[in-house]
């Protein structure tokens, strides 16, 4: 009795035990569900729970509530179609099925109109086998609007880097546009030397066949600058570096710069730093080959000391043709009244001599400067070659062969013939000096078309027709430093007795004058060649006829007017033409011509007047003349005449000109031919 009472103590106790840990459980199970669904409720996620048999609900979360407007109470026990219509509960069942049906889980987005929701669905089977659909929702809304603005971003970020990319594109490909197209030549340095970018005129001036040559190569080690004597600079003192060593940039314009063969060039360059974040990371160098410049700056420089010595010359001539004009002129007038066994004759006739040999030195003088009368005509210069050849092959002598070789269908030229054949005649002298030991000198005449590029190296010329004369040697040849200055004045490399050093500066004053251009190429021992280009002339011209150049008699009893800021010239003018039986007037200047033509009361048939006068030059004088003495003749003399020479049309059948110095008999012959000239149109 006492055992069964044992056992069901202890029964009892473990049963209440039982009863107590159950307790606990549900108590903790409670406990667990109240955290669940305090978890659930703070979360925000809308989460729901529904029996599968009917798909009423059982359970909400609080956001349930906040998504739908539905409290948790009125939501238990209601289907789909009870909550949210026929249509939209529809829906929702049709999902809930797929779901309960075992298709696989189910995942969607679902916007109401404002919002979007992600949703996920999937069945619960309890221990007991009861089944429960479960439902988690949470609202994307702002996520999605987030991603829908950061794709509209990346997509907008997109087409700017495109249209960014594009841009540079288009300015990298006009970038290289230029550095392609520029005829400067442009490379880029680093730190070190190395070339990190090159142009193709870069490319072309330093003798490379392509860029890969020189990119990532030392540029100081290619090109060694030098300075203009050649002497190399080594890589510390290289004023390319200075770009960045010193971040500033550097200009240089007159240093030496070698190409792959090594043959050297004069260049001017620039060198600019090249920065990145504040920081020099190199330099960007720019280069011209200045050679051509060079020329054409000596040729410049060589024009404008012609031009100085020419104007000296010119004033010189004009002075000393005066002083000639007297010395020969009395000298002239005396040999004519002494007999030729008079001891004063023998004197006279020295005198005479030095004054004709002093007028042919200022005539080239005047050719030198530019300031000579030219009788301009069309000319065929092979017919002027034929003419002196055989006067050019005495002057060369038997121990030259001159070879003359001459286009047929030569065009005419428009030039004085008498200065092409001395042109002609200097430079075959000047090449049969250079023979002393006998040798061929080649002379071709030929017409020639220079384009623009054949020009360039002629200075300031125009393309176009020319007729070329050229005359080559096989002599000496000459140094560069004697072939710099063959052009000025007086200047020779022979003794004293056998030149003045005039010989080529006439010959450079001719062919300048008659709008030609004259080139030289020589080395010692390989000769010369002198080129000269006259402009061709469309058609032959027909010539004037020439004055007689004496008349039957000089003398004659007109009046004639003289005028010339000279006393010697007015004295020996007068003294001349009185003897011929004319009556003379004289003036010293405009003015006084002025009024005595004013003044004399008879006819005055011819003025013979100076051109160049202080206040007046003759040719105003003439024109002031003329309202008063319509009739009169008029005939100009100077020992120059810059706007004589420029205008040399002027000089017309009535208006003559008579260049200094001259000889008594000249005037007056010349006179003569005027004045009757002038009567037999009257």
């Keep these: 009795m006492r055992d069964k009472d044992n056992i069901t103590e202890l029964l009892t106790n473990e049963i209440q035990e039982l009863r107590q840990q159950n307790a606990r459980e549900r108590e903790e199970f409670a406990n667990t569900l109240i955290l669940f669904q305090t978890i659930l409720d703070e979360s925000n996620l809308v989460v729901y729970i529904k029996k599968a048999e009917d798909l009423s609900h059982v359970w909400t979360s609080k956001a349930f509530e906040k998504a739908t407007g539905i409290s948790r109470e009125d939501a238990i026990g209601k289907t789909n179609r009870e909550l949210f219509g026929q249509e939209i509960g529809a829906s929702f069942d049709s999902t809930d099925r797929k779901v309960l049906a075992g298709l696989g889980l189910e995942i969607e987005e679902s916007p109401d109109g404002k919002n979007i929701y992600w949703s996920q669905k999937f069945p619960v089977t309890l221990p007991n086998n009861k089944v429960y659909l479960c439902g988690i929702a949470k609202n994307i809304t702002r996520r999605r609007l987030a991603e829908k603005a950061l794709n509209e971003f990346r997509d907008e970020l997109e087409e700017r880097v495109e249209e960014r990319t594009c841009e540079l594109q288009e300015s990298e490909e006009q970038v290289r546009l230029l550095l392609d197209s520029t005829a400067e030549a442009i490379y880029g340095i680093d730190l070190g ?3 990190t970018f090159v142009n193709p005129a870069c490319v072309r001036m330093l003798g490379y066949q392509d860029q890969s040559e020189l ?3 030392n540029m100081h080690e290619l090109m060694h600058h030098t300075r203009v004597d050649g002497t190399p600079y080594p890589t510390e003192e290289c004023k390319i570096y200075r770009a960045f060593r010193e971040g500033q940039g550097t200009h240089v314009e007159d240093e030496v710069l070698w190409r792959a063969d090594g043959s050297s060039f004069p260049a001017e360059y620039w060198s600019y730093p090249i920065r990145r974040d504040g920081c020099v990371i190199g330099s960007v160098v720019t280069f011209l080959d200045t050679t051509e410049r060079a020329a054409l700056e000596e040729q410049l420089r060589m024009s404008q000391k012609m031009e100085a010595v020419g104007t000296l010359a010119g004033g010189l001539a004009h002075d000393f043709n005066n002083l000639l004009t ?40 005047l050719v030198f400067s530019r300031k000579q009368i030219f009788q301009v005509k069309a000319i065929d210069m092979g017919e002027i070659v034929a003419g002196i050849e055989n006067l050019l092959r005495r ?25 092409i054949e001395r042109v002609i005649i200097n430079l075959l002298v000047n090449a049969r000096d250079a023979l002393p030991h006998g040798g061929t000198i080649t002379m071709r005449i030929e017409n020639a078309v220079l384009d623009e590029q054949a020009v360039a190296a002629l200075g300031d010329f125009p393309a176009g027709n020319y007729i070329m004369l050229s005359i080559s040697d096989t002599g000496i040849g000459m140094e560069k430093d004697v072939l710099c200055n063959i052009f000025e004045p007086f200047y020779t490399t022979k003794g004293t007795e056998e030149g003045t050093g005039l010989g080529l500066a006439t010959v ?20 010369s060649t002198f080129r000269i280009y006259l402009p061709q002339t469309e058609a032959s011209e027909p010539v004037a006829e020439e004055m007689v ?6 003398e004659g009893d007109e009046t004639i007017l003289v005028v010339d800021d000279e006393k010697m010239i007015r004295r020996l003018l007068k003294q001349t033409l009185k003897g011929f039986g004319y009556t003379v007037l004289t003036a010293h200047d405009g003015e006084e011509a002025l009024l005595t033509a004013e003044q004399h009361e008879g006819p005055i048939d011819l003025m013979v007047t100076d051109v160049v006068m202080p206040q007046m030059s003759g040719y105003e004088l003439a024109e002031r003349l003329a309202p008063l003495r319509p009739e009169i003749s008029v005939l100009y003399m100077s020992g120059y005449d810059t706007k004589m020479a420029a205008d040399q049309d002027d000089i017309d059948q009535e208006n003559h000109f008579l260049p200094k110095p001259f000889l008594p008999k000249d005037l007056a012959s010349n006179i003569r031919q005027i004045l009757d000239k002038a009567i037999s149109t009257h």
Excluded: W
Aim: hydrophobic letters at 35%.
């Design 395 to 419: 002057l060369i002598g038997e121990r030259i062969e001159l070879d003359i070789q001459r286009d047929p269908n030569l065009q005419m030229i428009r030039a004085d013939p008498g200065q």
């Design 215 to 217: 990119l990532r190569k």
């Design 508 to 527: 450079f004053g001719i062919v300048t004058q008659s709008g030609g251009r004259i080139e030289v190429e020589s080395e010692p021992g390989k000769g």
């Design 549 to 554: 150049h004496l008349a039957a008699s000089a």
């Design 193 to 195: 030397g190395n070339c």
């Design 326 to 365: 007297v010395i020969n002129g009395y000298s002239d007038s005396c040999l004519t009244t002494l007999r030729p066994e008079d001891p004063l004759h023998h004197d006279l006739n020295e005198i005479k001599e030095a004054g004709d040999r002093a007028a042919a030195l200022i005539g080239q003088l």
